[in-house]
């Protein structure tokens, strides 16, 4: 399990110090901006959504590593998806870092997102975690209000 543990945490270092698709999409059709008080982590998430498709997902903001290296790791997986599909990995990731910790989680049905598993462990930073998906979840939907953690 430690190396498991390692392993994770240099992903999350990797994805911090260069994250993926940071950048701003110019013609972007969605775009929601997030906000976690608690931690000082901004986000703002761009896509460029067609028939239902994501064809385009990026982001920019400032924040601790798990929050910059979250948004990196979320943008490479739902880039090419569908929004059923975001809908349903932002359900997954939810879970994932939301249910007591006594319950198993698979980890094959997660993919790369199982990275973030350990944060359950820190509940200060499953909002760090998570700030991204909730900001993705917003754009799709389209709200009026700025997503927040809290
Ligand atoms: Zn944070």
Not at 28 to 47: E, F, M, T
Not at 94 to 111: A, K, R
Request: with cysteine; glycine share 6%.
């Amino acid at each position: 399990m430690s190396d498991l543990r390692e392993l994770y945490q240099e992903v999350i270092l990797d994805h911090n110090k260069k994250p993926r698709n940071f950048r701003v999409i110019e013609n972007a059709n969605r775009h929601a901006d997030g906000h976690n008080p608690l931690c000082g982590d901004n986000v703002s998430i761009y896509l460029d959504v067609e028939d239902g498709m994501i064809k385009d997902i990026s982001f920019v903001g400032s924040g601790c590593a798990i929050s910059k290296a979250s948004a990196s790791l979320m943008t490479t997986v739902l880039k090419g998806r569908s929004i059923d599909d975001a809908e349903a990995a932002f359900q997954k990731f939810h879970d994932m870092v939301t249910v007591e910790s006594d319950e198993e989680i698979d980890p094959d049905s997660l993919g790369k997102l199982a990275v973030f598993s350990g944060v359950r462990e820190f509940p200060a930073r499953v909002k760090c975690a998570s700030l991204a998906w909730h900001t993705v979840h917003a754009a799709l939907n389209a709200m009026e209000e700025p997503a927040t953690t809290e």
